[in-house]
């Protein structure tokens, strides 16, 4: 299992530190998230830029931002931005995304689309977009939502077939299933009997999605992340240790109750829960 930190607020000079500092304290991935407006008294920075920034000041962990809604951004502006900072980082940006969540404003707020099926499918025309507009061959798209004559994007990622894309996947969804198949990682979450979305992923559920996706994966590893909080040593791993055995290939750090950079940088020094 790898451990990756989504540092979740604070200033963005101190974000930047926190990430170095996450390098250098043995993690193997640092996060942003990607946000417009989540309440009018927490900041909120841009991930393009942080990531950026994070890429100058790291030479080793996997960089991303969980998740890129992309139905409210424009799929060749990603394409430029994701290439941009793949090459910064010398190939180590991955793609979370998803629909969004919609108690950021900037859906609902500013006029874009919150019905959940047409959000669906401009994930998935968005998805489409990028993987061929990062081929660098002309490549032109006619769907339901985008449409644009052939053009090439150059230049390419440097990670080769593409840039890995992890994908917020609803077990035990079909078609959302179907969806994270196609490409590298699963983001889980796991429909209750009410209909609600959240809550931890029961270890059960998680070795039903390992065994469904390695029978569809081929020879590709589909990667497995989930996130949450957890105490330094010892205790954090015996917590990590059982999604780890029920497939799970990564844990993300996360404490979403705390935008406090100094908590965050505290966890970070403390070391992934990573058994000896």
């Given at each position: ?25 043995g ?33 080793r ?56 099926r ?15 507009l ?11 939502h ?19 894309i992890?994908v ?9 299933m179907?969806?994270v ?13 009410d ?29 497995i ?10 205790a ?29 940088r ?9 058994s000896?």
């Amino acid at each position: 299992m790898k451990f990756g930190v989504i540092i979740t607020g604070g200033p963005v000079h101190g974000q930047v530190a926190a990430a170095q500092a996450a390098e250098q304290a043995g993690w193997d991935g640092v996060f942003t998230w990607d946000g417009i407006h989540v309440g009018d008294e927490i900041e909120v920075h841009d991930p393009w830029a942080l990531l950026a920034a994070f890429a100058m000041v790291t030479d080793r962990v996997r960089l991303g931002a969980i998740i890129h809604p992309l139905p409210r951004r424009k799929p060749w502006e990603v394409a430029r931005q994701s290439v941009t900072v793949d090459r910064l980082s010398d190939g180590r940006l991955v793609l979370p995304v998803g629909l969004g969540a919609l108690d950021d404003a900037g859906f609902g707020r500013v006029g874009e689309v919150t019905d959940r099926r047409t959000r669906a499918e401009r994930l998935d025309e968005s998805l489409e977009i990028l993987t061929g507009l990062w081929t660098g061959e002309p490549f032109g798209y006619s769907g339901r939502h985008y449409r644009f004559e052939p053009m090439a994007f150059r230049p390419t990622p440097i990670q080769q077939p593409r840039i890995p894309i992890w994908v917020v996947g609803v077990w035990p969804s079909e078609r959302s299933m179907n969806r994270v198949a196609r490409y590298d990682g699963l983001l889980p979450s796991v429909r209750a009997a009410d209909g609600s979305l959240d809550g931890p992923i029961p270890l059960d559920a998680l070795s039903e999605m390992r065994a469904w996706l390695d029978e569809r994966s081929g020879e590709r590893t589909i990667e497995i992340v989930l996130e949450g909080t957890t105490e330094p040593g010892d205790a954090g791993a015996a917590t990590v240790q059982p999604y780890a055995e029920a497939g799970a290939t990564w844990w993300l750090e996360a404490d979403w109750s705390s935008f406090d950079i100094t908590a965050t940088r505290k966890r970070i020094e403390a070391g992934p829960p990573r058994s000896d």
